[in-house]
């Protein structure tokens, strides 16, 4: 566990400085929210990791699968609600969202390969 979670911190900061110096560098493909596209998948993570943890009777795999389902379906409504309150460069936004939600989920699934190799 504390593996994990050790492993979890270190994958937030490299996501976190990898957007900060894109973002100081003022490349033209890096939205000025980018902070807020990584905050809420570090959220979303936080909240989804701490709920599977929590009921730890179920299956793992069956959690993991609902759980990205969900994480899927908040981070639609994060899209739209973006959409629908701001209208500058949506394009760069989503591309933004879409790139950091897929390193997310690339994270997720190595974290989850390597617990089933220990079983």
């Known amino acids: ?3 994990l979670f050790r492993t979890h911190i270190v994958f937030y900061f490299f996501v976190f400085t990898l957007a ?3 973002f100081l560098l003022h490349l033209e493909f890096i939205h000025s929210y980018i902070f807020y596209v990584v905050g809420f998948n570090i959220l979303v993570d936080v909240i989804f990791k701490f709920l599977n943890n929590l009921n730890a009777k179920d299956s ?3 959690r993991m699968i609902i759980s ?3 994480r899927f379906f908040f981070s639609l409504i994060f899209i739209l609600f973006f959409h629908y309150f701001s209208g500058e460069s949506t394009l760069i936004f989503i591309l933004n969202f ?6 997310f989920i690339i994270f997720e699934i190595t ?3 390597i617990n089933l190799q220990r079983e």
Do not use: H
Not at 98 to 103: A, E, F, M
């Open 111 to 113: 974290i989850l390969l």
């Open 98 to 103: 879409l790139s950091v939600y897929l390193l």
């Open 1 to 3: 566990m504390i593996f």
């Open 68 to 70: 990205t389902i969900f």
């Open 60 to 62: 793992a795999i069956i």
């Open 20 to 22: 900060s110096v894109f």
